[in-house]
């Protein structure tokens, strides 16, 4: 799945991004493909050294932590790295905590 991914082509294979990068963090992009939706955390827009060698071991750390997870209920699916910098995984359904206001609190649906 996502195998035809490249770097080159997320731009216009994405249907929706879900964070702006900054100079330190990744971009986050919504893709679809054959009708299964992913997110993919994209370092390449992210400046060279940045990219180069901080962004290249978090993808390492992050994808040997999603294969050590695999099957484990609420953890996204690993589906691949493309080109040491960026990662794709399934989406998971879910609230964005940014979203949720100042004191509110979350409820036990929250976590299952």
Same mark, same amino acid.
């Given at each position: 799945?996502?195998?035809?991914?490249?770097?080159?082509?997320?731009? =216009?294979?994405?249907?929706?991004? &879900?964070?702006?990068?900054?100079?330190?963090?990744? *971009?986050?992009?919504?893709?679809?493909?054959?009708?299964?939706? @992913?997110?993919?955390?994209?370092?390449? *827009?992210?400046?060279?050294? #940045?990219?180069?060698?901080?962004?290249?071991?978090? &993808?390492?750390? =992050?994808? #040997?932590?999603?294969?050590?997870?695999?099957? *484990?209920? @609420?953890?996204?699916?690993? #589906?691949?790295?493309?080109?040491?910098?960026?990662?794709?995984?399934?989406?998971?359904?879910?609230?964005?905590? =940014?979203? *949720?206001? =100042? @004191?509110?609190?979350?409820?036990?649906?929250?976590?299952?």
């Amino acid at each position: 799945m996502f195998q035809l991914l490249t770097i080159k082509n997320l731009p =216009e294979k994405q249907i929706g991004i &879900l964070r702006q990068p900054t100079n330190t963090r990744p *971009i986050i992009r919504f893709v679809e493909d054959n009708g299964v939706q @992913g997110v993919v955390k994209d370092f390449s *827009i992210n400046g060279f050294i #940045y990219r180069t060698l901080i962004g290249r071991f978090l &993808l390492w750390r =992050e994808s #040997y932590v999603y294969k050590r997870l695999k099957g *484990i209920k @609420g953890v996204p699916a690993f #589906y691949r790295k493309i080109s040491g910098l960026a990662l794709v995984v399934s989406k998971a359904p879910g609230n964005n905590l =940014e979203h *949720i206001s =100042e @004191g509110e609190s979350l409820n036990l649906d929250f976590f299952s």
